[in-house]
């Protein structure tokens, strides 16, 4: 399977805890985005990154969400001192360039559940 | 603030009849519009795009109509079947800002397609 892979797929933490997702785009995107959907929302955008540079914030990042993306490959998204508020679906998407259809690549997810 | 927004949080058609999912923008510089299809516990599925600069596109049993002047895209799906029972998002891309691809969701709509 050449798509975008996400691990892990499911995470159960406590409230207070640190939580690290990984995102493998498709070989050779150097276009990587992370998005969160919550329950009845479409998927928000939370940054983005071209090769390793991380080009654009949302200001949903919170100072406890950090992303990276060290040698323009897979990415990692770190959450720390997770709250309640932060269980939802973690999406990664990657693209090569501008797409001529404007799509994006996703992947599964990754769902957080914070107790 | 919504840019995009998808009024309609569910739509139930018998197989074989039409589905028409309907999707509303404000941001007049948007360049690509996208209909992307989610099946619980995956990813969004690319389903269909449209330029701004086309009013028009089709694809099989998929079309997307858009009216700028109106501010407002359609998908139709002709014939509906159960396989199509998913939940529909509408994404809009605006390339001249930043030129980074991101794409911003509507909230979604739950299509049943009924045997």
């Known amino acids: 399977d050449t798509g975008v892979s996400q691990d892990p797929r499911h995470k159960i933490t406590k409230r207070g805890q640190n939580v690290t997702f990984r995102c493998d785009p498709i070989?050779?995107?150097?276009?990587l985005y992370w998005y969160r959907q919550t329950l009845g929302q479409g998927p928000e955008f939370l940054t983005y990154?071209?090769?390793?540079?991380?080009?654009?914030k949302s200001r949903l990042l919170s100072d406890r969400f950090s992303a990276e993306r060290p040698k323009g490959s897979f990415s990692t998204l770190e959450i720390q001192r997770t709250e309640q508020g932060d269980s939802a679906m973690y999406l990664c998407?990657?693209?090569?360039?501008?797409?001529?259809?404007?799509?994006?690549?996703f992947g599964e997810g990754s769902r957080l559940t914070v107790l | 603030d919504q840019q995009v927004k998808q009024n309609s949080p569910s739509l139930s058609v018998q197989e074989g009849r039409i589905s028409i999912l309907n999707c509303d923008y404000t941001?007049?510089?948007?360049?690509?519009f996208l209909w992307y299809k989610k099946y619980p516990a995956e990813g969004p599925t690319f389903l269909i795009s449209?330029?701004?600069?086309?009013d028009k596109n089709e694809d099989g049993r998929f079309t997307v109509f858009l009216n700028k002047s109106a501010k407002h895209l359609s998908l139709h799906i002709v014939p509906s079947q159960p396989g199509d029972s998913a939940v529909y998002f509408c994404?809009?891309?605006?390339?001249?800002?930043?030129?980074?691809?991101?794409?911003?969701f509507g909230q979604g709509t739950t299509l049943q397609v009924k045997p």
């Open positions: 998407a990657s693209s090569l360039g501008v797409s001529p259809t404007g799509e994006l690549f």
């Open positions: 994404a809009a891309s605006d390339y001249g800002s930043g030129n980074t691809g991101k794409l911003i």
């Open positions: 449209i330029s701004s600069i086309k």
């Open positions: 941001n007049s510089m948007f360049d690509y």
């Open positions: 070989s050779e995107h150097n276009r």
């Open positions: 990154f071209q090769n390793e540079a991380q080009l654009e």
